[in-house]
């Protein structure tokens, strides 16, 4: 059974450019979170997605971060006109259902911006 | 909004040896999750032990086990025999059981604890 997978592992942008990262949940999964961890310190709620809908958002900027996760294929994290305070390590995990307390984690996609 | 409080941002024991991490967090809800994730230097975060506070009985997991305290609010992570591979950060993370009525979603980690193992 394959976990969550996250693409890609890492990824390189220059100031002003798009970020876009891709996360497979566990097959079955419908529930996607994306968290943010900055170096030395914990990781950070962005968003919570459902197939099509998003639950809450309340973690994520209001500008130039948006998130999909569509009926078909990857929940996409995009980061429109990068800065460099956008480096970090972003994680994608995903549950079945909201009863779950369990996430499981992908191993992260690490941005770094020049 | 509930938080989690990890007060160890660094921790050493030797091999073979037990070492317990602190975690304190706050919450007025009654239902809800804790968890202690590790994260070695791979950046994968791996469950290490999960705890319902519901249940009374204190969580383990082979050489994992925690213990919790509900009235103060503490769920501590004690590793026994601790090996070289244990090596990693340790996060605290709690996550509301009432998601289905209306809880929050995400789960809440605190700042981790660096666990170093010594030969």
């Known amino acids: 059974n394959a976990g969550v997978m996250q693409n890609p592992r890492h990824l390189v942008r220059r100031r002003g450019q798009e970020a876009r990262l891709r996360c497979s949940p566990v097959?079955?999964?419908?529930?996607v979170y994306w968290y943010r961890q900055l170096p030395e310190e914990g990781l950070k709620f962005m968003v919570y997605?459902?197939?099509?809908?998003?639950?809450?958002e309340s973690g994520m900027p209001k500008e130039r971060f948006s998130a999909e996760f569509p009926k078909e294929g990857p929940s996409i994290l995009r980061i429109q006109q990068v800065v460099r305070g956008d480096s970090a390590a972003y994680f994608c995990?995903?549950?079945?259902?909201?009863?779950?307390?369990?996430?499981?984690f992908g191993e992260g996609s690490r941005l770094t911006v020049l | 909004a509930q938080t989690v409080t990890q007060s160890q941002p660094e921790m050493s024991v030797q091999e073979a040896e037990t070492v317990t991490l602190s975690c304190t967090y706050d919450?007025?809800?009654?239902?809800?999750?804790l968890f202690w994730y590790k994260q070695p230097p791979s950046r994968q975060m791996i469950l290490v032990i999960r705890?319902?506070?519901?249940?009374?009985q204190n969580a383990t997991e082979n050489r994992f086990s925690v213990n919790f305290q509900k009235a103060a609010k503490s769920f501590s992570l004690k590793i026994s025999d601790s090996q070289l591979g244990d090596a990693a950060m340790y996060f605290c993370?709690?996550?509301?059981?009432?998601?289905?009525?209306?809880?929050?979603?995400?789960?809440?980690f605190g700042k981790g604890t660096k666990l170093t193992v010594n030969p």
């Open positions: 993370a709690y996550r509301s059981a009432s998601a289905s009525q209306g809880g929050s979603e995400k789960l809440v």
């Open positions: 995990a995903s549950s079945p259902n909201r009863n779950t307390g369990e996430l499981f």
């Open positions: 097959k079955g999964h419908s529930h």
């Open positions: 997605l459902q197939k099509e809908n998003i639950i809450d």
């Open positions: 919450t007025s809800e009654s239902d809800y999750y």
């Open positions: 705890q319902e506070a519901y249940k009374q």
